[in-house]
């Protein structure tokens, strides 16, 4: 699929769900170490790209840094590379999955970043994030005391399962905590993966992060 073609289908997932919701495309190139396919995708408008090593994230970053990406880091981030990360200057961490890992980006971070708190929305026990029983508490207590954590809003992975009601369950739950943290100037909710970034925009995901389903038409 390539990015019309994926545009199109985002677009008719969003009129299912409402006119007016903006669903913004994040591109995933952690299956690719050659930059040509994230040069095309920039020339047909794509801007914001995601990462899940910071390794790889740094050579790109370095490649491409003449021209003007919005780098979205999506990956487990060990606390011996939030520096690294830091220093490339990204336009967002997604993957914020603990109190503890905020409180070591907050300590390092010599300005706010944008970040997104991650929920473990489908309960498997392989996956990270918050446990949504905990998801709405933590996000407050880090807006309350982590000044140079910028919260955004959550992401999520759905639920990976066949099964498209269990998938559609985990980003109702995610959509849920999204509405109770609205209040507090949640903006982002960004689920959907190439699998099922359909579903998850009918659930009122406003961002998706395309992988295998896009890249392959780049490569
Ligand atoms: C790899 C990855 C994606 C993209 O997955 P695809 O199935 O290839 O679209 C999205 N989000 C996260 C957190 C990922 O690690």
Redesign the pocket.
């Known amino acids: 699929m390539n990015l019309d073609e994926l545009i199109q289908k985002v677009e008719a997932a969003r009129l299912k769900r409402s006119e007016h919701l903006i669903v913004q495309i994040?591109a995933?190139t952690?299956?690719t170490q050659n930059i040509e396919p994230l040069k095309r995708l920039y020339k047909e408008g794509q801007r914001a790209f995601?990462e899940?090593r910071v390794q790889d994230m740094e050579k790109k970053v370095n490649a491409l840094s003449n021209i003007p990406i919005e780098w979205h880091f999506?990956?487990n981030l060990q606390k011996n590379k939030i520096n690294k990360l830091l220093n490339l200057d990204v336009f967002m961490i997604?993957?914020v999955n603990s109190y503890e890992l905020a409180e070591a980006i907050d300590k390092r971070a010599k300005k706010p970043i944008r970040c997104l708190l991650?929920i473990n929305s489908s309960k498997e026990p392989t996956k990270h994030g918050l446990p949504i029983e905990e998801a709405v508490e933590t996000y407050l207590k880090i807006k309350e005391n982590l000044k140079n954590v910028n919260l955004q809003g959550i992401?999520t992975?759905g639920a990976h399962s066949e099964n498209e009601n269990e998938i559609r369950k985990s980003f109702k739950l995610t959509y849920k905590i999204f509405e109770q943290l609205k209040p507090y100037g949640a903006k982002i909710c960004?689920m959907g993966?190439?699998?099922?970034?359909e579903i998850a925009i009918e659930e009122g995901s406003n961002m998706i992060?395309?992988?295998?389903?896009?890249?392959n038409s780049y490569m």
């Open positions: 994040v995933v952690k299956y995601g899940n999506i990956g997604q993957s991650e992401m992975i960004s993966m190439s699998g099922d970034f992060r395309i992988g295998s389903a896009l890249i």
